[in-house]
T-cell receptor, first 110, second 116 residues
Framework: ELKVEQNPLFLSMQEGKNYTIYCNYS?????LYWYRQDPGKSLESLFV?????AVKQEGRLMASLDTKARLSTLHITAAVHDLSATYFC??????????FGAGTILRVKS | GAVVSQHPSRVICKSGTSVKIECRSL??????MFWYRQFPKQSLMLMAT?????????EQGVEKDKFLINHASLTLSTLTVTSAHPEDSSFYIC????????????FGPGTRLTVT
């Protein structure tokens, strides 16, 4: 059974600082997703990582995937208040069946 | 981009009644649709997977007689919560994959169900 662990579960950051959210998973998979969720809203797709060594960047967020280590990271550069949200990683177990991590609540303080 | 809608966005029903939630892919054909449930401050849990024209596959622990899923067309799936109870109150989110980039999953806006 695939298990997905995210850490930290809660992250309070100062504006302008950098930080990384980690996503570990327990069995082999070639697809990993990062999503953002704002309170009361559904998921917004951030990144889809499809292969070992994949790196994608959008604005202040950069995601990477190491399939051998079964690890993905979401790096936040120079955080701004607008990035405050809950971030989920999800791993494709098989056939597009996604298993989600617990989520990381990010609060950026000015 | 691909758009998935859900209706209603919010529903309140009395205990013991049934409620139907619709999930539609607006600009693509959804070969597979997924139903998730999210309790407050928790993650998303997959309830079931449905393919057009076939029976849904339910995850362990999800009662198929309580959560009826119908995927009658390539653009519509419905989730009916039967004999709802307060513990069924949750945020229900559907997603869909299409025939193009099949790895991309498009999420609906969610339906907030409150059972009183």
């Amino acid at each position: 059974e695939l298990k997905v662990e995210q850490n930290p579960l809660f992250l309070s950051m100062q504006e302008g600082k950098n930080y990384t959210i980690y996503c570990n998973y327990s069995t082999t998979s070639d697809r990993l997703y990062w999503y953002r969720q704002d309170p009361g809203k559904s998921l917004e797709s951030l990144f889809v990582l499809l292969s070992n060594g994949a790196v994608k960047q959008e604005g202040r967020l950069m995601a990477s995937l190491d399939t051998k280590a079964r690890l993905s990271t979401l790096h936040i550069t120079a955080a701004v208040h607008d990035l405050s949200a809950t971030y989920f990683c999800a791993v494709d177990e098989y056939g597009n069946k996604l298993v989600f991590g617990a989520g990381t609540i990010l609060r950026v303080k000015s | 981009g691909a758009v998935v809608s859900q209706h209603p966005s919010r529903v309140i029903c009395k205990s013991g009644t049934s409620v139907k939630i619709e999930c539609r892919s607006l600009d693509f054909q959804a070969t597979t649709m997924f139903w998730y449930r999210q309790f407050p401050k928790q993650s998303l849990m997959l309830m079931a997977t449905s393919n057009e024209g076939s029976k849904a596959t339910y995850e362990q622990g999800v009662e198929k007689d309580k959560f009826l899923i119908n995927h009658a067309s390539l653009t519509l799936s419905t989730l009916t919560v039967t004999s709802a109870h307060p513990e069924d109150s949750s945020f229900y989110i559907c997603s869909a994959t299409g025939t193009g980039n099949s790895y991309e999953q498009y999420f609906g806006p969610g339906t907030r169900l409150t059972v009183t």
